[in-house]
């Protein structure tokens, strides 16, 4: 049973250009999460998406950034036009159920992470 | 205030020593806890979820109060495997939003 997985791995991009991140959730998954962890810092919540809807996603900046999750597919975020501070860690992670309840039935269960570096 | 603090550590304990992690959430609505563990460079992997009644894993105790909006981790016997960064994590009530602390790291040393 394959875990949730990400690619790349690793993503190099110079300022002004695009990088398009990507999530396969597990196997039986239908929830996505998208959070940006900065060197030396926590992890930061950006969006939660079920298939072909954004459920939450008061984490995204207001600009430049974008996430789907299509019916087919992987979940992509989209970063436009990147600029340094955008260099991160983008980690995804996947629930098998809605996450607005309670209890272990939301754990999430991450992938590798992208990290993403912006020259 | 930060939504979920943890204590910033690091933590520098011998090979079998007893460590306890601390953890406050400023949102009394909170309805779900967890403890995950981050390697360096790795992702967070679920360590254990946080009952009201408390809950033990092995070497692992966590305890959750909701009084005091405060979570803690009890670690004995500790291990060198055991060297990450532990993160506290809550989840509010309606919401989707999973809220991380910063991550108290932990280092045993033989």
């Known amino acids: 049973n394959a875990g949730v997985m990400q690619n790349p791995r690793h993503l190099v991009r110079r300022r002004g250009q695009e990088a398009r991140l990507r999530c396969s959730p597990m196997?039986?998954?239908?929830?996505v999460y998208w959070y940006r962890q900065l060197p030396e810092e926590g992890l930061k919540f950006m969006v939660y998406?079920?298939?072909?809807?954004?459920?939450?996603e008061s984490g995204m900046p207001k600009e430049r950034f974008s996430a789907e999750f299509p019916k087919e597919g992987p979940s992509i975020l989209r970063i436009q036009q990147v600029v340094r501070g955008d260099s991160a860690a983008y980690f995804c992670?996947?629930?098998?159920?809605?996450?607005?309840?309670?209890?272990?039935?939301?754990?999430?269960?991450f992938g590798p992470g992208t990290r993403l570096t912006v020259l | 205030r930060k939504e979920v603090e943890q204590d910033p550590g690091p933590f520098n304990v011998p090979e079998g020593a007893t460590v306890a992690f601390n953890c406050t959430y400023s949102n009394s609505a909170s309805q779900s806890f967890f403890w995950y563990r981050q390697d360096c460079r790795k992702e967070p992997k679920l360590l254990m979820s946080?009952?009201?009644s408390g809950n033990e894993d092995g070497r692992f105790t966590a305890q959750l109060n909701r009084a005091s909006q405060y979570i803690s981790l009890l670690i004995r016997d500790s291990k060198l495997s055991d060297s990450a960064t532990y993160l506290c994590?809550?989840?509010?009530?309606?919401?989707?939003?999973?809220?991380f602390g910063a991550g108290t790291r932990l280092f045993v040393k033989a």
């Open positions: 994590v809550v989840k509010n009530t309606g919401g989707f939003k999973t809220i």
């Open positions: 998406l079920q298939k072909e809807n954004i459920i939450d």
């Open positions: 196997k039986g998954h239908s929830h």
């Open positions: 946080v009952y009201s």
């Open positions: 992670a996947s629930s098998p159920r809605l996450g607005g309840g309670s209890g272990t039935t939301d754990t999430q269960y």
